[in-house]
Every structure is written in structure tokens, then in C-alpha cells.
């Protein structure tokens, strides 16, 4: 009797976790799924339903909301029981925010992988982590203060993120266009060994890394006539300027630039000089472009 | 044997064997055993009861089993219905029947477009190739539904190292309207290799002062420490003194003027 109560107490413990995951699902669009929210785990799979799902733990149910409808500045309307909007507009499906969320709630999204995803959040200071993985659709992020991290994701993609880091891993099924730019985060990229990539890596006040496996073939620059006049008076301007430079006392930082926060002119003058390499790796396949205005990118494989 | 009970019985046995038992008991006893003899013995009734009573339990978990396993896997259980399901149904009828994705304009075959002379020999390989006929440069370049398509289409701007007033005209026009700013920062990028074409820097000096995406301007600034040209000298003054441009913009314009020994 013991057991058989220990074993149906387990079992409850088990179903409390389903009980409290709500979801809400939407067949797939036949356009592109757009995502505006402050933060989301987006999941590709084999299916054909876009399925939201909360599993975080529930609110405690406001008794005198009952029979009450939220409604938001935004005029967006909570349709799912999920705190989000899910409307559809013209062969797209949108997602919106509706209200003020808990940050510990995180919304799970699993779409169809072959579906086009666009994720944009510009306002919120507040960000989570945006996940996306598992994903052969086109994907275009654009964000302001998520973290990025892409796992598994084919391609063809467009990540833009100002603040926050970039961390991406692919497959070996990469499909170009891939371009991944961060102002005051790293980029970080791994991909196989094998990948054929036409690369371009730049940073205006950070390093650039690859992994020795890659032999990244760089193309000299001594054959791009048409900006050879520009690097020259580039670089004379640059001799003019270390020459008066070194005329002048050291400048010394007590802490260097935080991100977001602006750069001094002092730090700029010192080290940034824009690092900008193209090549091709494996004689030259996708185009890969990987690009940090004051962090590192690193391109290592996996 | 030192059971002195057991030795007494063995030693007396026949005073104990005087009585005999009535003739009809023997009779009485075979009748009451033949019906006995058919029904199941008492020791194996004893263990059927709790085993159909495991058995219960047993079922009643699979049960929960079950139930937990279709809550977990389909959730209809406790899906919340949306208030307004004509959403779903919408949905519903629009889904394409294959899993594969929908038709969009085709980047990869822009890879084979016959009017570009290989001047380099890696040749951009973008995306899949699907469809036989490639679409017009400009067609992909305005191509709103993808921004990847946009983006090819640049590479391949890029990669052909021509360029002449039209494709300078769309370039600039990609590099200030459209809608991904990574598509814009690539525009941005062809155009930059263009620099001593006096077109190419008069379009920079504009764009800095109305461009919206600061990393776009960001880019451009960086550009304009290349450039001695007085247009662009205006232009990165006014958006180093103007009070509503992105922080790290007015401190590279600023880094820029100073490195230009013009303030």
C-alpha cells in the first residue's frame, strides 16, 4: 500500500507541470511568423501547427479580473491566455505583447521549421535571452538589449542586435546570405570545418579570431584598385596622426569604455583602427558576414 | 525420543484405541469432500483477492498514465481556448498542403545570372537554386518580402565590381530606406569602394544627416574619416552638435574630426 501511494503521488507530481503549461496553437502561416516581444525561445520541428506555450509558473488566478477582458496602450488584445496578442495579417501571423509580462515567464514557441521567422524588439530595456534553433526558414532578428543565441539554424539570416552579444552555431546545411552584426557586443560563430564560405569578419575597436582549421584565405588588398586611393591618404593621415600623437603626453584610462556608454576619443585614437578582412574559406561557398563595432568576433569550429 | 508425553502414548496405545467412531461418519465425511473437491482450494482464494486488487491499481495508473501523457503531448486538456478562434480558422484554410516552405523569389540563382564577368574566381554561391530563371537585379533589390534576397543581390552588386550611376541610385536608395539594417550596412559597404567617385561621396555627405539607423551612420562616419570632402565636413558636424544623435555616432563624428585636425 505504501508503494502504490508513493508511486501515485509521483504520477501527480509528474501531471503538475502539464497542468499548469498553457498553450495555444495556430496552423502554420503561409507567410512569415512575426515576433515582437521582449524575449522568446523559438523552436523549428516537423509539424505544421505554430505552438505558444508558457511553462513558467502560473500567476496566481486575480479573482476580481474574472470575467474581465486585459486590455493594453497598445491596443493589442490577449487572445491566447498567454499575455500575448496572436493576430493574423494578410499571410502573416504577428505576435505582440499585451501588458506588462513577468520576466520569468519565458514564452516557448515551436514553428514549423520551414517557416520564415522575423524577431524585433527595439524598446524594451528589459530583454531576455532570444533563442531560436532548429529553424531552415529565413530569419531576421533585429534587437536592441537580447542576447542572441542561435543554435541549428540553416539560413539564410539577418541578425542585427546594438547592445548585446551575438552567439551563433551551425550545421553543416548552411544556406547564404548570413550576416551578423553587433555594435557593443562579440559575435561569435561555429560552424564546421568543412563549411565553404566567402568571408567577411570586421571590427572597429575590437580583435578578430578564427580557428586555424578554417585556413582563411584573405584577399590582399593590394589588388582592390579602386580603394587604393582612399588607404593611401588613410594611411598618410594615420602617420600625421601617430606622429603627433607620440609628441603628446600618455593618456591614461582609469576603466575602459563600458558598452553602451559611448567611447572617449582618447580610446579611439589608440586603438581604433578598423580591422576588416574578406576571404574565403574552403575556396568560397555562402556569404558569411560577422561584424562588432567595439567587441571581438570570433569564427571557431565546432 | 526423550518426550516422556510421546513415550506414555507409545506405551498405552491400545487403552487409547477403545473407541470407534460411528459407521456413518466416514460416509459423511466422503460426501461433504466431493462438492469440496471442485471449488478452488482456500489457499489460492486466499491470494486472488489481492491480486485483483493490484490489478486495480494498476489500471488506475495506466489510466493516469495515459491521460498525463495526452495532456502533455496535445494539451487540449488545458489549452485556453482563444476568445476569438476565427483566427485559427482563418489560419486553417491558407496552410499549404506539404511541409514545404512557400514559393519566394529565389537568391541562389542569382549566383548564375550570365551578364556578370567573373573578375574573381570564388564565385558567391547564396542559396538554394530552385527556380531556373533569375529575377532582374533591380526586382530583387526592391524585393520586400525577404531580406535576404536584398542581400544577395548586393553581394552580387558587390561581387561584380561594376558599377554605374543606376546601380549607385539604387544602392543609395537601399542604404536609406530599407527596412534591415543589415541590408542597408551592405549597400553601404559597395558603396564605400566607390569612394573617389565624386556621386558616391556627394550621396555619403546627404545620407549622414538623414539617415535613421545610427548603426547605418556609424558606418558611414567611419567612411568619412577617409574622405576630404567638404560636404561630408558639414554633415558630420551637424551630427556631432545635434542632441538627439546615437551617443556613439556624435563620439566617432567627433573622433573623426579631431583625427581630420577640423575642430
Not at chain 1, 115 to 139: C, Q, Y
Not at chain 1, 155 to 177: Q, R, S, V, W
Not at chain 1, 214 to 236: C, H, M, Q, T
Not at chain 2, 77 to 96: C, D, K
Request: one cysteine or more; proline letters at 6%; charged letters at 20%.
Amino acid at each position: 500500500m505504501k508503494r502504490q501511494t508513493i508511486t501515485l503521488a509521483l504520477l501527480l507530481a509528474f501531471c503538475l507541470p502539464v497542468w499548469a503549461q498553457k498553450q495555444y496553437k495556430v496552423a502554420r502561416p503561409s507567410g512569415k511568423l512575426y515576433v515582437n516581444l521582449n524575449g522568446a525561445c523559438i523552436e523549428g520541428y516537423a509539424g505544421n501547427e505554430i505552438i505558444f506555450s508558457n511553462q513558467g509558473v502560473p500567476d496566481e488566478e486575480d479573482e476580481r479580473a474574472k470575467g474581465l477582458q486585459a486590455l493594453s496602450s497598445s491596443g493589442f488584445i490577449d487572445n491566447t491566455g498567454l499575455g500575448i496578442s496572436v493576430a493574423k495579417s494578410g499571410d502573416d501571423i504577428t505576435v505582440n505583447p499585451v501588458g506588462n509580462s513577468d520576466r520569468s515567464d519565458v514564452l516557448y514557441i515551436r514553428v514549423p521549421h520551414t517557416v520564415d521567422v522575423v524577431f524585433s524588439n527595439n524598446k524594451a530595456i528589459f530583454a531576455d535571452t532570444l533563442l531560436i534553433k532548429n529553424m531552415k526558414g529565413e530569419i531576421e532578428v533585429s534587437t536592441s538589449y537580447n542576447d542572441v543565441v542561435l543554435e541549428n539554424n540553416s539560413g539564410p539570416m539577418n541578425i542585427k542586435n546594438l547592445y548585446k552579444n551575438i552567439e551563433a552555431t551551425f550545421a553543416n546545411d548552411i544556406k547564404g546570405p548570413v550576416s551578423i552584426v553587433s555594435v557593443y557586443g562579440h559575435v561569435d560563430v561555429a560552424m564546421p570545418a568543412s563549411t565553404k564560405a566567402n568571408l567577411t569578419m570586421s571590427t572597429g575597436y575590437g580583435k578578430l579570431y578564427a580557428a586555424g582549421d578554417f585556413n582563411v584565405a584573405i584577399a590582399p588588398k593590394a589588388l582592390d584598385d579602386e580603394r587604393s586611393g582612399a588607404r593611401l591618404a588613410e594611411e598618410e593621415a594615420r602617420a600625421k596622426l601617430a606622429e603627433r600623437l607620440d609628441s603628446m603626453p600618455d593618456i591614461v584610462m582609469s576603466a575602459p569604455p563600458s558598452s553602451g556608454t559611448g567611447i572617449s576619443i582618447a580610446s579611439m585614437f589608440r586603438g581604433g583602427i578598423q580591422e576588416n578582412i574578406e576571404g574565403t574559406i574552403n575556396g568560397g561557398g555562402v556569404d558569411l558576414i560577422l561584424k562588432s563595432t567595439y567587441k571581438n568576433v570570433y569564427l571557431r569550429t565546432n | 525420543m526423550n518426550d516422556p508425553l510421546k513415550k506414555f502414548v507409545k506405551q498405552h496405545r491400545e487403552a487409547f484405541d477403545l473407541l470407534d467412531p460411528p459407521k456413518g461418519v466416514l460416509l459423511r465425511l466422503q460426501t461433504q469432500l466431493k462438492p469440496e473437491a471442485r471449488m478452488p482450494e482456500p489457499t489460492s482464494r486466499r491470494h486472488v483477492l489481492p491480486r485483483y486488487r493490484r490489478a486495480a491499481w494498476l489500471v488506475a495508473a495506466s489510466l493516469l498514465i495515459g491521460l498525463c501523457t495526452y495532456l502533455f503531448f496535445d494539451g487540449d486538456g488545458t489549452t485556453l481556448r482563444p476568445a476569438e478562434p476565427q483566427i485559427v480558422q482563418h489560419v486553417v484554410e491558407q496552410v499549404p498542403p506539404s511541409d514545404e516552405p512557400t514559393a519566394k523569389p529565389d537568391v541562389g540563382s542569382a549566383a548564375e545570372a550570365p551578364a556578370k564577368e567573373p573578375k574573381q574566381p570564388a564565385v558567391r554561391n547564396t542559396m538554394v537554386h530552385r527556380e531556373p530563371a533569375p529575377a532582374p537585379l533591380a526586382v530583387r533589390l526592391a524585393d520586400s518580402t525577404s531580406a535576404s534576397t536584398r542581400l544577395a543581390a548586393i553581394l552580387e552588386i558587390e561581387q561584380s565590381a561594376h558599377m554605374d550611376e543606376q546601380l549607385v541610385a539604387m544602392l543609395s536608395q537601399t542604404m536609406n530606406r530599407d527596412g534591415n539594417t543589415n541590408v542597408r550596412l551592405a549597400a553601404l559597404d559597395v558603396l564605400s569602394r566607390h569612394l573617389d567617385d565624386p556621386q558616391v561621396a556627394d550621396l555619403l555627405a546627404t545620407a549622414l544627416t538623414t539617415q535613421d539607423d545610427p548603426l547605418v551612420q556609424l558606418g558611414i562616419v567611419r567612411i568619412a574619416a577617409q574622405i576630404d570632402h567638404l560636404g561630408i565636413e558639414e554633415a558630420l558636424f551637424s551630427v556631432a552638435r545635434n542632441p538627439y544623435t546615437f551617443e556613439a555616432v556624435k563620439d566617432e563624428a567627433y573622433a573623426v574630426l579631431l583625427y581630420q585636425e577640423k575642430l
